[in-house]
């Protein structure tokens, strides 16, 4: 090295520890983000066409909020790209300007993921709609923002495979990717986490990468580091998903539901530890409280016992499913009858299956009308299986303490539930209360060292416990990747990680209105 | 459940049409003389698969036999012969209908075909969607049903066999209509009949072993020679952007352009 060439040298390492430094982009020290000025709409205009281009306000309110209670707060524009390479102009258009970003794809978000709470450029994906590739021997397949699991499922329908991972709504499968979405089988097909073999994704610089490398989704790697499972779960604020390799499953032969009460809740979660135990490979175990039983049978006119309840699901082959409903449901000895369940029933046919599992379908709407005209949260919280039983029943104590309607459903084989807090729109204060309630099941989970949200996201409302849940170093070294990846943190401000110095929002706290 | 004697055949043959895929958006091509079908997902008609999946569940209650699929076109209509096998149909069968020729096969040929087919396989039973999704026809059931001179039940919601005769419910206009009809019959399925199963990896494998025979018209004795000429097909006109009047004299004056009043 030369003399020269080591004070340069010298000279970059300084630079280099300031913060907002690095290749290509501007030096921020000013704290504000750029406006979406109306030469900005234009450059977007002649980039993507005035039909792929909004700043109607119907439009922006709509892509300011998603299935949350926060209220909308709508972007500066929305624009439809229709590739990744407009996806890449688009968000280095924002980076050169500190504009921000927001990834949109169904709405469907429980969090407020989508919410522009510093403005900004909404990126709606969805008129990027292709199954890209569908590899039967690989059981794999490559989707575009714009294609949601139900529409996937039944391109599907004739190869013999699926995609079992089923959040409630219809969602973007890219956008399942980016909050980590699980489903009511996630207890034998995993999450997202688990099914993502590799994603194109295009950086807050504008660069785009392939998290396993272009066209790879093999079984297995260990090329350097994961970033697909970085992706995962990201929540849109390290990059903009615009395609994803998902993992196939062959489509059950068979599928059994069945149903069965339990005198408290205790026998139900102590049924659900027995069951995997004995390494029963059950698709589905959903839990519904006697309260969420109640309103089911109200909403649907249904008449199920009112008590805590297990809806069970097999797949298999016909023989192994009943070699599993008897281990479960049927024979001396069985753990079912052990835990003193009764109203065992079950189900084979589709039609009689889908009526089996009408109550547990319908359970968020069921909830909701138990008190008509309310704001409903759901609770997310994921618990080791050993302190199940204990925070649902504590939680269940000061629900009732606190004068709150509030339904508990759960995903009991990953020890998650969610308890439907409901806001009167008639009892004062109602929000607040229901605010505290939440916190306090959120601080109870992570007490017995559980996760403040299983399956719906950090997004904007649960931040504050981030630190709690991963400790402080935690935390930091979560904001060393979001600043080597996004220095200038356009990304889906004000989303994920808590507010810190040198972040330009001014920390959003979870707010209900 | 049927009172069958041991050795009776009740041999159900079902008709499956391969049709653009209803989750498609489907294009007119650019010369207007059709709709873009190349790189185009296609897949068994819904109502088809409506049909086949009754009739395997005949075959479950021990009520059918055997089922045979049959689909008429060019090479491609294997693939929904072969989800039909992969569903429970038993066996195939192709009538082979060159491109150039199934560009202008109509309901009037393939119930020609069918009526023959089920002459010669002799069949107790046809089923068949109510309509593909393509054309919308609607016919093809009744024109069968008119050939063999057999009945037909079609809008089927519910099918139940009861001694020589089949009770069948079916949807109309008014709500739902019960009927008996006596075996052989043609039968057309609707959307409430029942909820078709998925084709599982291990059905599809076993469906490459079962045999799909391949036919000619002209083996059938039957004429496909074009009825009907498509001179133009369009989409339907792009919606106007509405027009928000500010008073009763800019309606009067704008009814008046547009020549709705003098």
């Known amino acids: 090295m030369t003399m020269h060439s080591r004070r340069v040298a010298q000279k970059l390492n300084f630079l280099l520890y300031r913060p907002f430094l690095t290749c290509g982009a501007k030096k921020y020290v000013s704290r504000e983000y750029g406006k979406v000025s109306a030469a900005i709409v234009d450059e977007l205009t002649s980039a993507l066409g005035a039909e792929n281009v909004s700043t109607s306000v119907a439009v922006r309110e709509h892509h300011g909020h998603d299935e949350s209670f926060h209220s909308s707060k709508p972007p500066e524009v929305v624009v439809w790209p229709t590739n990744v390479e407009l996806v890449s102009k688009v968000v280095g258009l924002c980076n050169e300007n500190a504009i921000p970003v927001i990834p949109f794809g169904t709405g469907t978000g429980m969090e407020g993921g989508v919410l522009a709470v510093q403005g900004g450029i909404c990126i709606n994906l969805t008129k990027m709609d292709q199954v890209v590739d569908v590899s039967p021997d690989d059981f794999t397949a490559t989707v575009q923002p714009g294609v949601t699991r139900m529409a996937l499922n039944a391109y599907l329908r004739d190869t013999g495979m699926w995609f079992p991972i089923d959040p409630g709504a219809d969602a973007s499968l890219c956008g399942m990717a980016a909050t980590s979405a699980s489903g009511t089988n996630a207890v034998r097909y995993g999450t997202m986490r688990e099914n993502v073999a590799n994603m194109e994704v295009v950086l807050p610089d504008g660069r785009i990468l392939h998290t396993s490398g272009k066209g790879r989704a093999t079984k297995k790697t260990v090329a350097g580091y994961n970033l697909t499972n970085l992706f995962v779960g990201s929540e849109g604020t390290l990059g903009v998903i615009t395609q994803a390799t998902l993992r196939l499953y062959g489509i059950p032969e068979s599928m059994v539901s069945a149903i069965c009460s339990f005198p408290d809740i205790k026998s139900a979660i102590e049924t659900t530890v027995q069951i995997l135990q004995c390494g029963i490979p059950i698709a589905r175990i959903e839990f519904l409280d006697e309260v969420q039983m109640d309103a089911c049978n109200r909403y649907g006119k249904l008449d199920y016992r009112v008590a805590p309840t297990l809806f069970l699901e097999f797949h298999g082959s016909e023989k192994t499913i009943n070699q599993q409903v008897t281990e479960v449901g049927f024979s001396s000895g069985d753990v079912v009858r052990e835990n003193g369940g009764t109203d065992f029933q079950w189900a084979e046919d589709e039609e009689e299956r889908k009526r089996l599992w009408q109550a547990r379908h319908e359970a968020w709407y069921a909830a909701k009308a138990l008190a008509p005209g309310c704001t409903a949260y759901s609770t997310d919280v994921c618990v080791p299986l050993s302190k199940l039983s204990e925070v649902i029943v504590e939680s269940r104590k000061d629900i009732e303490a606190a004068g709150v309607k509030g339904p508990m459903i759960g995903h009991v084989g990953d020890g998650n539930f969610h308890a439907l807090l409901l806001a009167e729109p008639t009892k004062p204060d109602a929000k607040q209360t229901v605010i505290s309630l939440a916190k306090s099941i959120a601080r109870r989970a992570l007490s017995v060292g559980g996760t403040c949200t299983g399956e719906h996201g950090i997004g904007l409302g649960k931040r504050m416990f981030l630190e709690d849940e991963l400790g402080a170093v935690g935390v930091a070294a979560m904001r060393m990747v979001k600043r080597a990846f996004d220095p200038n943190n356009i990304m889906n401000p004000g989303k994920v990680l808590p507010s810190g110095d040198d972040d330009r929002e001014d920390g959003e706290s979870v707010k209900l209105q | ?262």
């Open chain 2, 1 to 262: 459940m049927g009172v069958l004697g041991p050795k009776m055949a009740f041999r159900v043959l079902v008709g499956c049409k391969r049709v653009i895929d209803y989750a498609v958006k489907v294009r007119v091509k650019p010369d207007k003389t059709g709709v873009v079908t190349d790189g185009v997902k296609h897949s068994l008609n819904p109502f088809d698969e409506i049909a086949i999946e009754e009739a395997v569940r005949l075959k479950e209650k021990k009520i059918a036999t055997e089922i045979v699929a049959v689909s008429c076109g060019p090479p491609k209509c294997q693939e929904v012969l072969r989800t039909a096998l992969a569903m429970g149909a038993d066996r195939g069968i192709h009538i082979e209908v060159p491109d150039e020729e199934y560009a202008s096969l109509q309901p009037i040929h393939v119930s020609k075909i069918l009526a023959k087919l089920a002459a010669q396989e002799e069949a107790s039973m046809i089923i068949v969607g109510k309509q593909a999704i393509d054309d919308d026809c609607n016919q093809t059931a009744q024109m069968t049903a008119a050939f063999l001179d057999w009945p037909q039940a079609t809008f089927a919601s519910k099918i139940e066999k009861t001694n020589g005769d089949l009770l069948v419910t079916r949807e109309v206009d008014g709500g739902l209509e019960t009927i008996k009809v006596k075996l052989p019959a043609v039968l057309s399925t609707d959307l409430r009949l029942n909820e078709p199963r998925y084709a599982t990896l291990p059905n599809i494998m076993k469906a490459k072993k079962k045999k799909i025979d391949k036919k000619k018209p002209a083996d059938l004795g039957v004429d496909i020679t074009q009825h009907v000429e498509v001179l133009k097909v369009e989409e339907p006109p792009v919606r106007q952007a509405g027009v928000i009047i500010e008073n009763a004299e800019q309606l009067v004056s704008k009814l008046r352009e547009a020549g709705h009043i003098q």
